[in-house]
Each structure stands twice: as C-alpha cells, then as structure tokens.
C-alpha cells in the first residue's frame, strides 16, 4: 500500500425525502441494497485505500453489518452527518490522521459508479490537486427568476457534474475553513478558496438515486 492514501468518504447521511420517508441507501436495487454497490466499487477500486461512511446514528451498526457481510476490507469507520453535506464531509475527514493524501467524496445514492472512474478521479486528483467527474450538458440550460427566462448560457460550457469528486487532503482542509456551509458539492468547497477544478470524464449512466422512478431507471441501466 502507497504511503500517499486515499480515502474514499461515501456521504449516506441524507434524509431521503423524495423518496417518501423510504430510505434510499437501503432501497432494494436487484436485490442489494443501493449503498452496496458504491461499497463495492470503491473495494475493487485500486488506488482506494479506506473507507469512511457518513451516515445517520441510527444506521451507524447496519453499514457496519453490511460491510462486515459483503467483505468490504476497507470499510474503517462510520461517522455521523452534519447539518449540510459540507460539514458532513467535514466530520468523515477530521477523522483521518495523515497530514497528506486524497479524499474521494461519493454520493452513497449513486450506485452505478465503476471502479474504473473512480481510479480516473483519483488519478486527476492527485495529478491537479483537485478533480470532478462530469458529463457535457445534453439539453440547453436556462438560467430563470420569478418563473421567467433571464439568461440562456452557452451549453458547450455547461457540465453537469457527479461524483465522486477528489481533492488533495491539505488543500481541502485549508478551503473548507472559509468555504460556504451550504456548499451544493464538494467541489464548490475548493472552487471557493481559488483553486483550479480539473474536470474528468464522467458517465452519463453514473445516476444519482433521488425519486423512486431512478431505482427503475437504475434497474434498466444494470440489466444493460
């Protein structure tokens, strides 16, 4: 094992909300329950080294049992959610003893990443010091205020971005001590110190589970 680590920080602690009350970490997806698939991705993953989960009190010893279940090794800890995702990330990296590094933050809702972008992300990461899987815009995007347009930005600038997103251990200490608690990412952690994003290739069936119809798309994607 490299002495340069990288730990992957899965963020599991939302509160499922468009799902109907239903927990979606836990949801059934082809008879495994969503976060498993995230768990094994980062486990087959070469350049991972650990993994934290960030999740509810309540489902701190299920996460445990599933790894301990599936065999996910590097499975290290499960840390309990802020009050934003930021701060959630926050208590996953005080939580890591090593002055350098990487840090990989997924969404435990994305089950369909692959080993294979993960190591790319990491790759870029360590290479730029900061790096975000995204996909180009397919649809023109508007910008609108009070439910009208006001702008229409230029769409082959447009990137819709996913995870997971790694940044250098170091830099993203020092940027999350200014950086907004409301961050919509993790990436906006680090754009908002100055520093330069690298965006890596992501992949458009890299889907997020939100509402209860992306567990069908979901579904359709693996039987692919």
Same mark, same amino acid.
């Given at each position: 094992?490299?002495?340069?680590?990288?730990?992957?920080?899965?963020?599991?602690?939302?509160?499922? #909300?468009?799902?109907?009350?239903?927990?979606?970490?836990?949801? *059934?997806?082809?008879?495994?329950?969503?976060?498993?698939? #995230?768990?094994?991705?980062?486990?087959?993953?070469?350049?991972?080294?650990?993994?934290?989960? @960030?999740?509810?009190?309540?489902?701190?010893?299920?996460?445990? +049992?599933?790894?301990?279940?599936?065999?996910?090794? =590097?499975?290290?800890?499960? @840390?309990?959610?802020?009050?934003?995702?930021?701060?959630?990330?926050?208590?996953?990296?005080?939580?890591?003893?090593?002055?350098?590094?990487?840090?990989?933050?997924?969404?435990?809702?994305?089950?369909?990443?692959?080993?294979?972008?993960?190591?790319? @992300?990491?790759?870029? +990461?360590? %290479?730029?010091?900061?790096?975000?899987?995204?996909? *180009? +815009?397919?649809?023109?995007?508007?910008?609108?205020?009070?439910?009208?347009?006001?702008?229409?930005?230029?769409?082959?600038?447009?990137?819709?971005?996913?995870?997971?997103?790694?940044?250098?251990?170091?830099?993203?200490? %020092?940027?999350?001590?200014?950086?907004?608690?409301?961050?919509?990412?993790?990436?906006?952690?680090?754009?908002? #110190?100055?520093?330069? @994003?690298?965006?890596?290739?992501?992949?458009?069936?890299?889907? =997020?589970?939100?509402?209860? %119809?992306?567990?069908?798309?979901?579904?359709?994607?693996?039987?692919?």
């Amino acid at each position: 094992m490299s002495c340069f680590k990288t730990f992957a920080v899965i963020a599991a602690a939302g509160n499922s #909300s468009r799902m109907g009350g239903a927990d979606k970490i836990f949801a *059934p997806l082809l008879g495994k329950p969503v976060l498993l698939y #995230s768990l094994s991705a980062f486990q087959e993953a070469k350049s991972a080294d650990g993994i934290i989960v @960030v999740s509810r009190p309540e489902n701190a010893d299920k996460i445990a +049992a599933l790894c301990r279940e599936n065999k996910i090794d =590097k499975f290290k800890a499960v @840390v309990t959610g802020g009050e934003s995702r930021a701060l959630s990330v926050l208590n996953a990296v005080s939580t890591i003893g090593e002055e350098d590094g990487v840090i990989a933050v997924h969404d435990g809702a994305r089950p369909l990443v692959t080993p294979a972008l993960i190591d790319a @992300v990491i790759a870029a +990461a360590k %290479e730029f010091k900061a790096a975000v899987l995204a996909v *180009p +815009a397919r649809d023109t995007v508007k910008e609108a205020a009070g439910g009208f347009i006001t702008g229409t930005p230029d769409r082959g600038r447009m990137f819709l971005a996913q995870t997971p997103q790694a940044f250098d251990l170091r830099l993203y200490r %020092e940027a999350a001590k200014t950086a907004p608690p409301d961050a919509a990412d993790d990436g906006v952690v680090v754009e908002s #110190s100055g520093a330069r @994003v690298k965006i890596v290739a992501g992949d458009y069936r890299n889907i =997020k589970i939100t509402a209860k %119809e992306d567990l069908t798309a979901a579904e359709a994607l693996l039987c692919f």
